[in-house]
């Protein structure tokens, strides 16, 4: 069955601070990964998606993420994170002929000034 | 505003009540899904449809739940006899077939008493 774990609950990082997130996935065949980040009040927005070629996928707001199948990981990085970037992350993967969404439990970040 | 909209965006109600949300996707999309998000985790996969055809429901979607989408435009997720479990954000989106984006509305919480 298709499930997508995200390891870190919570996360604190210093404004300016990297960052990464990680996400593993269990698929069984070539997967279409996606990130999403949630804001309080506001609805789920795509940050980036993978469905094939170069591994390392560029995103919105200055996000990237990188698949690697034999890790079976697409975690998400950015360089120098703002505060504006406090938010909660999720990974999905696409899955069956519906395009439904498997979900991982988000990773809630916080930024410290 | 082209976006996926979601009425009502609050709903508090009382425990047994029947309550009714919608979904207006976006123009020509022809897939829709419902997804219910509850606290601290990842949305869960509820329906889908294309155009007007129901297509899968998870076993999450009790008998007590009911989804339509009559014209192949909008949808309407009703609960009947709510229960205080089903408080959560229920979440709506759309995409075109094909397509490989789903694009989200900013969901009805819904809170049973």
Redesign the interface.
């Given at each position: 069955a298709q499930s997508?774990t995200q390891p870190d609950i919570h996360i604190t990082v210093s404004e300016g601070a990297s960052l990464e997130l990680r996400c593993n996935y269990s698929y069984g065949a070539t997967p279409?990964l996606f990130w999403?980040v949630q804001s309080p009040?506001?609805?789920?927005?795509?940050l980036l998606?993978y469905?094939s070629g170069d591994t390392l996928v560029q995103g919105i707001k200055g996000f990237e993420a990188e698949f690697k199948r034999s890790q079976s990981s697409f975690n998400l990085r950015k360089p120098s994170v703002h505060w504006s970037d406090a938010a909660e992350y999720?990974c999905?993967v696409r899955a069956?002929n519906?395009?439904?969404?498997?979900?991982?439990?988000?990773t809630s970040l916080a930024v410290n000034p | 505003d082209t976006g996926v909209s979601q009425n009502p965006r609050h709903k508090i109600t009382k425990r047994g009540q029947n309550v009714t949300f919608r979904c207006d996707p976006i123009s020509e999309h022809n897939r829709l899904y419902w997804y219910r998000q509850t606290l601290g985790q990842g949305p869960e996969f509820l329906t889908y449809f294309q155009n007007e055809a129901q297509l899968e429901k998870s076993r999450l979607l009790s008998d007590r739940f009911s989804a339509e989408r009559p014209k192949g435009s909008f949808s309407t997720l009703e609960i009947q006899r709510t229960e205080q479990g089903d408080s959560a954000m229920y979440l709506c989106a759309s995409s075109l077939l094909g397509d490989t984006e789903a694009f989200f509305g900013q969901g009805t919480r819904l809170t049973v008493v």
């Open positions: 997508v279409y999403y009040g506001q609805g789920l927005q795509l998606k469905f999720f999905a069956g519906n395009r439904k969404l498997i979900w991982g439990l988000g | -």
